[in-house]
């Protein structure tokens, strides 16, 4: 079964060309995500009348007369009310305060002008053209409290011609944007039910504690510790198994008392696997809204405990700060 698509609100200042492209690829047979929101700090931009013809709810409280805070307040709770689960700053003149992306790390995108790290804040393409750069472009990237400092996660390259102006390649730059935009957000949105991406976090994860390493088990990934000759498995990667939904990975729980007290009480985070339930393994979902990693990451420590030898235990608890 498809995930719903992930609810999506905009942020905008100006004309919102971008939120444009973003909204009309939503509306793409099978699109991965929604616009439930456009929110402005300017009641007059252009954007929020697109907005509104496309019948798209829209909120605007302009930032004059109100501190950054209680201006951030006011937006977030536009958020909230449209239950979106990203904010995606598309020409949003604003910087936000770092509570409130702290709040949402992860979950708030923007687009910049340049190819990061090269030329963070203003004047992109002049910078760019007077540097002589072959290339400018355009980066998809995570919004952290360090402005334009976030992990780039999709970029595009526009060519710089001879006789560009800052004008005339902002306008080719701005075609590509609309092209980057949504297919990144399709990409980030989408991550989280796809199992090679799963499986890299989940294999970042095993493969750093001690004496690891990475094996197939009946077909299914696994990470096993000690020698590659006689290791012990202590998870495994599930997906799809035996008609179940879940992309999960396998852990060890103390035993059936426990595997059954965690399915009955968090059916949303645990499940039976077929087989290993038998033994006492539990799996704990990971295509679902909200994953939290050290939580994987403490489940996988304590499960690699259960097999590893004592002589690597003493080595985890004499390095582990106390
Ligand atoms: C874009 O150039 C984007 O890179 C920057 O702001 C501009 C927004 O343009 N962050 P628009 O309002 O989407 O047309």
Redesign the pocket.
């Known amino acids: 079964m498809p995930n719903p698509p992930a609810k999506v609100a905009i942020f905008?200042?100006?004309?919102?060309?971008?939120?444009?492209?973003l909204l009309y690829a939503s509306r793409a047979e099978k699109a991965p995500f929604e616009i439930v929101l456009v929110a402005s700090n300017n009641p007059q931009a252009e954007?929020l009348a697109l907005a509104e013809l496309e019948g798209v709810a829209t909120f605007a409280h302009s930032h004059k007369g109100h501190s950054r805070e209680d201006h951030d307040a006011a937006m977030e709770a536009a958020v909230r009310e449209s239950s979106a689960q990203y904010i995606v700053?598309?020409?949003?003149?604003r910087i936000l305060s770092d509570a409130f992306v702290e709040r949402w790390a992860g979950r708030i995108l923007?687009?910049?002008?340049s190819l990061l790290p090269r030329y963070k804040g203003l004047d992109t393409y002049a910078r760019a053209i007077a540097a002589g750069d072959s290339h400018a472009g355009?980066s998809v990237h995570l919004v952290t409290p360090e402005l334009d400092a976030g992990e780039v996660l999709a970029q595009a390259r526009v060519a710089i011609a001879p006789g560009d102006t800052p004008e005339s390649l902002?306008q080719r730059?701005?075609l590509a944007?609309h092209q980057l935009y949504p297919r990144a957000l399709a990409e980030y949105v989408a991550r989280g039910s796809d199992p090679e991406y799963l499986y890299a976090r989940v294999a970042e994860l095993a493969l750093a504690l001690p004496e690891t390493h990475a094996k197939d088990s009946h077909g299914s990934p696994g990470f096993r510790v000690g020698t590659e000759k006689s290791g012990r498995f202590f998870a495994h990667f599930s997906v799809r198994h035996h008609g179940s939904e879940h992309v999960a990975v396998l852990v060890k729980t103390s035993g059936m008392d426990e595997l059954h007290g965690l399915t009955e009480s968090q059916p949303e985070v645990y499940f039976r696997p077929a087989y290993y339930g038998a033994s006492g393994w539990v799996g704990v979902i990971l295509n679902r809204p909200d994953v939290d990693w050290s939580h994987v990451g403490e489940w996988l420590e304590r499960s690699w405990r259960t097999a590893a030898p004592s002589r690597l235990t003493r080595q985890l608890n004499a390095a582990e700060p106390f």
């Open positions: 905008i200042s100006g004309t919102g060309t971008n939120m444009a492209a954007g700053l598309a020409g949003y003149m923007n687009i910049h002008p355009a902002a730059v701005k944007e």
